[in-house]
């Protein structure tokens, strides 16, 4: 099957041509002919299955015809981030560069002012997150009685961020008549009851197993202690161990220990970006930016990074903090392994996490090979030589520990119906708070970042009884273990 088959116009064919694309990917084949057919369509599907191009390719084509008028846009993508709000814009950029296509974002975090002027020009293809979206409505700049087709995407998320009543509210905004494309990775009860009310006689798709991971992607875990010490000190020890480690997005559980996180292995001397929700909109997209431009190769994350965001190159995910929801450790690690790459994801797993990695590895339904974890700790302890220095555990540890951080994304308990205003990253944090002292004698400034280092290729282990291919695993993870005295 090729492009050519699917009813899309020349314009957006020669566009999907430039992007080197031949052949569809399942979710395109099967949703395109639909949405030109001006069906619902119900898609189940997670992202890196080529579902943007999906709804982007058959609405640029069902655009070509017809013009925006003030302040009414002709479509509207709903999105649960900002990020993944910028990243269909981006598709739209891409693959309608030969259009002229009004196509305008309302995101929060930045200038109401800029968003209203654009507005007034009129807009064909309107992307925004439901907050901004509504605020816009409520001051009376926005009519949303034009739009002809509302895509809702990654719908599971927006329940989990607490966004479902805002659509409620958005879809009677928009006409009745309207063409719904209605995207989830997963189908709970709840979603499953909004897609009968959103959606007419809908065409469902889906493409993978909800909750499935990619195939390519390697995945283990590494037992460590319970002290947030243990957890810095491994991870620190696999990133400068990995093989093949060209970047890599290290997840945490809070916004709080991302900052912390962050801190920390900026003072060790690695080379890193933030990104999560409560930082203003500007440090977010520059985090992201310099990620993808690989002007940064690792990036610690909330879980506003662990859906959709497509950075194709990401060679590792990290789970510093192992997610509490099982869905979210598929999401995360989802971010390497894309469009059929190979792909590392390494779980750092305290005593507190085997009940999460159980369901996880449920969920997936397969075992994640564990590595144990006095391996992990005492290789470190009996290989100071690349270690800048002894870190300080005790009083730092324990403060760390008792140390509340807010959720990024209630689940249970709801997140606020709006995003939250802008605060800066760095503005939340004392120095102190980091797991280091601060002194100067022990500033790491000089210690260049490991990453992108050349590793010393490690003779291929092939011993009995041991399995064949640890490629994957860090150097470290492999060297004997020292007796216990
Ligand atoms: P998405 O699921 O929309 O996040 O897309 C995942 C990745 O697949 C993106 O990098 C797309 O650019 C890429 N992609 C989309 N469609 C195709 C295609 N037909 N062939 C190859 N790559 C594609």
């Given amino acids: 099957m090729s492009f050519s ?3 899309l116009s020349d314009k957006v064919l020669a566009a999907v041509a430039a992007t080197g694309y031949t052949t569809p990917t399942p979710i395109q084949e099967q949703a395109i002919p639909h949405v030109l057919a001006r069906r619902d369509v119900l ?7 080529g579902k943007t191009a999906a709804f982007v390719l058959p609405m640029l084509t069902l655009l070509e015809k017809g013009r925006a008028r003030a302040r009414m846009p002709r479509t509207l ?3 649960p981030t900002r990020e993944l709000a910028a990243q269909v814009k981006e598709s739209f950029d891409k693959y309608g560069a030969g259009q002229k296509l009004n196509v305008a974002l309302l995101i929060g975090g930045v200038s109401f002012g800029d968003q209203d002027s654009k507005l007034t020009r009129g807009v064909d293809v309107l992307i925004a997150t439901p907050g901004r979206l509504l605020d816009h409505t409520e001051r009376g700049g926005l009519l949303l009685t034009g739009v002809e087709l509302l895509v809702i995407d990654e719908a599971d998320r927006m329940l989990d961020m607490g966004f479902i009543p805002d659509i409620e509210r958005i879809c009677k905004l928009v006409p009745f008549t309207r063409q719904t494309l209605f995207f989830t990775a997963t189908m709970p009860p709840e979603i499953a009851r909004i897609t009968e009310t959103f959606l007419h006689n809908p065409q469902k798709i889906e493409v993978s197993r909800p909750a499935t991971t990619a195939t390519g992607v390697a995945q283990f875990q590494v037992s460590v202690g319970r002290e947030p010490h243990d957890k810095r000190e491994t991870l620190r020890r696999l990133l400068r161990d990995a093989k093949d480690l060209k970047n890599a997005i290290i997840f945490c559980n809070r916004k709080r220990e991302v900052a912390l ?3 920390s292995l900026q003072k060790h001397g690695f080379a890193v970006g933030a990104l999560h929700g409560d930082m203003d909109q500007s440090a977010r997209t520059a985090a992201l930016d310099q990620f993808r431009k690989g002007d940064i190769p690792l990036l610690v994350a909330s879980d ?3 859906r959709g965001l497509d950075i194709p190159t990401t060679s590792h995910v990290f789970n510093f903090d192992v997610p509490h929801h099982a869905d979210d450790y598929v999401h995360r ?6 469009a059929g790459r190979a792909g590392t994801a390494i779980s750092i797993v305290t005593p507190l996490d085997h009940k999460s990695m159980a369901a996880i590895e449920k969920l997936i339904g397969q075992s994640i090979p564990p590595v144990e974890g006095h391996i992990a700790a005492r290789a470190a302890a009996s290989d100071d030589t690349d270690q800048p220095r002894r870190e300080h555990r005790s009083r730092q540890g324990s403060r760390e520990g008792s140390r509340e951080g807010s959720r990024e994304g209630s689940r249970g308990g709801r997140k606020p119906r709006r995003e939250r205003e802008p605060r800066h990253a760095k503005g939340g944090h004392h120095a102190k ?17 490991s990453i992108g280092r050349a590793e010393p290729q490690r003779p291929h282990r092939e011993t009995e009884g041991e399995p064949a291919d640890h490629s994957h695993l860090p150097a470290f993870l492999l060297r004997p273990v020292r007796a216990r005295v």
């Avoid at 898609?43 to 299955?49: E, F, H, W």
């Fill in 333 to 338: 690690i989802g971010r390497t392994g894309r």
């Fill in 43 to 49: 898609g189940i599907a997670q992202t890196g299955t």
């Fill in 304 to 306: 506003v990074a662990a």
């Fill in 5 to 7: 088959h699917l009813g």
């Fill in 77 to 79: 993508i709903l999105e």
């Fill in 433 to 449: 708070d980091s797991d280091h002292n601060g002194s100067a004698s022990q500033a790491p400034a000089a210690m260049p970042p």
């Fill in 261 to 263: 996180l962050h801190k």
